[in-house]
Nanobody, 123 residues
Framework: QVQLVESGGGLVQAGGSLRLSCAAS????????MGWFRQAPGKEREFVSA????????YYADSVKGRFTISKDNAKNTVYLQMNSLKPEDTAAYYC????????????????WGQGTQVTVSS
């Protein structure tokens, strides 16, 4: 069982930055791929980014490529999402996810989900 707790959301102006964190419980954190998804009001949840268990492979949605960076600290059981050059369309609830196998498609699901943290980008 893996429990995920996100933090770091908030209100920021367009062009600003935020760093999301996701702390995971469990001694097998290193074996899980970790990902970030988001869901805006009235929209379906969408894939944002993922990182392999070792941290050696990353994967980004086209909409965030070049602006967001995912990283993983296995010693701290934490995954991060550094978000730069934020846009109003990035406004959403952001969810951390853990998966036994690395994501190969944005439509892949997850084995575990966090509760989410709200990110609001004002224009």
């Amino acid at each position: 069982q893996v429990q995920l707790v996100e933090s770091g959301g908030g209100l920021v102006q367009a062009g600003g930055s935020l760093r999301l964190s996701c702390a995971a419980s469990g001694r097998t954190f290193r074996s899980y791929a970790m990902g970030w998804f988001r869901q805006a009001p009235g929209k379906e949840r969408e894939f944002v980014s993922a990182i392999s268990g070792s941290g050696g492979t990353t994967y980004y949605a086209d909409s965030v490529k070049g602006r967001f960076t995912i990283s993983k600290d296995n010693a701290k059981n934490t995954v991060y999402l550094q978000m730069n050059s934020l846009k109003p369309e990035d406004t959403a609830a952001y969810y951390c996810a853990a998966r036994v196998l690395m994501w190969s498609s944005p439509s892949d699901g997850a084995n575990y989900w966090g509760q989410g943290t709200q990110v609001t980008v004002s224009s």
